[in-house]
Structures are given as C-alpha cells and as structure tokens.
C-alpha cells in the first residue's frame, strides 16, 4: 500500500503552536499570560500524518469542493440529566465533516 506523508494542523493545539501554562507579572506589575510550545507539535502548529493513496485523493476531492449542498447529522442525547449533541455540518455532495479542517483551508488560491 502507497502512503503519503502531509503536514496537518496540530490535533493537540488546533494549530496554534503555543498554549497558555499560567499568569505572571511584570516589573510593572502588570499581568499577563505565559505561553509555552505545544508538547505535541513543537512550536510549529503542524504535525506529519501518513495517509494511504486513497485517503490522500478524497481529501484533494474535499479540497475542490465548494460545499454548497450541506447537511446537518447527529442527534441530541439525553443521560443522567446531562445533554450534549453530536450534530456535524456535512456536505452533500463530497462527504467532507466541516466541523473539521480539510486539505482545502491550507491550500491558498492565488488568483
């Protein structure tokens, strides 16, 4: 099996690269937030994935999609007076979850 290798956002920070670890103050005494590198990806927001052949040429598909058919799937769940859902934004016509980030929001249009 043909696998490829692609940088994906770090699952851990969501991209973001650091995360806030606590408050502090300045000599002004002024406080602030303390930011360290995500554990997970380093400091770079990114993380390598290897994905199989197939599994590559759907997320292009996904990726050249306009989703302009969506749907709403899931339900809302009832247990021990807890409520919570596990609706998602699908589209219709490539399947992509748009809950998630997709090959398509790293890839710049240069026109």
């Known amino acids: 099996m043909l696998k490829v290798h692609i940088l994906n956002r770090c699952p851990y920070c969501d991209g973001k690269a650091y995360l806030p670890t606590g408050k502090d103050t300045n000599a002004k005494g002024e406080t602030y937030t303390r930011h360290t590198p995500c554990q997970m990806c380093e400091g770079t927001g990114e993380r390598g994935k290897w994905v199989s ?14 989703h302009e ?25 490539c399947g992509a979850n748009l809950e998630h980030h997709t090959l398509g929001d790293f890839i710049q249009d240069e026109n």
């Open 53 to 66: 052949l197939t599994d590559f040429l759907e997320m292009l598909n996904e990726a050249q999609c306009k």
């Open 69 to 93: 058919h969506t749907s709403y799937r899931g339900s809302m769940h009832f247990s021990a007076g807890e409520v919570w859902d596990d609706i998602v934004e699908v589209c219709d016509d």
